[in-house]
């Protein structure tokens, strides 16, 4: 059964200058083919987005070790929180055209790329397999069974609570893997979270979004100064050495 969505709103993450430059064009485009539907940023400096209307900008630190992929979570938790429907977009997009109206999505999740997991990765990174399904088998989850998912453009509604499990079985996870060294392929953390909650990864609603967008993909042309990038190494030790102490807490989950 679908509902429609009177009630949603954008997300982004807006980390750093270049992102946050992009997010505000997305903003501008959002106001302009989207009018009335807010945008949800969680951002290292919120001053930027002060004079854009349609924009609820809350400050934030990353919390991922080396990238800031899993934090896709922490804002869309908070998105869901004000909103019963919540479209995630990466900052690096553009809209196209108007968004269609009457948009409606079934509870849970609307993806439009959405594979078998184990697949996925023996396909592109089957280094990484053996440590999800350690994971996997910590969860309780039947990994044959669960899905990729891609992860720049996607929808969650409310689905009675279980939307806020989901998000914290997907931060989990990611910590999970980010500690053995897997940084990129939110998918995968995604797709586990979903199987562990029980959830089917939908279509529907997905395509009238995607067609009016185009994602860039700035990543590849991300250059950073010698201070910047003395910065994010830091950081980066920061975030490992605190991420480390944090788990103890959870020490069968995550270092047996």
Known sequence: MTYEQQDYCFCTLALRKKYRQLTQQLAGELAKYAPGKMFVVLTDQPADFQDYANVLAFKHNQRGILHCYHDKSLVM???????????????????LSPLPENLHWKPGITAGHCENLVAHVTRYTPERLPHIRKVAAHLNITLEDAPYIG??????????????????????????????????????????????????????GWSEVR???????????????????????????????????TALTDFQFFYR
Do not use: C, P
Request: no cysteine; charged share 30%.
């Open 151 to 204: 992860e720049s453009l996607f929808m969650i509604a409310r689905d009675e609570g279980r939307e806020i499990e989901y998000l914290k079985y997907w931060a989990k996870i990611g910590r999970y893997l980010e500690l053995r060294g897997i940084h990129a392929g939110s998918g995968n953390a995604m797709g586990l979270a979903a199987a562990k909650v029980g959830w089917d990864v939908s279509r529907e």
């Open 77 to 95: 938790e908070l998105a869901l929180a004000k909103f019963t429907a919540a479209i995630y977009i990466d900052a690096d997009t553009t809209i």
């Open 211 to 245: 067609n009016i967008t185009k994602h860039l993909d700035a990543s590849y042309t991300n250059k950073q100064s010698v201070w910047d990038l003395w910065k994010r190494k830091l950081g980066y030790h920061y975030r490992l050495n605190k991420a480390r102490l």
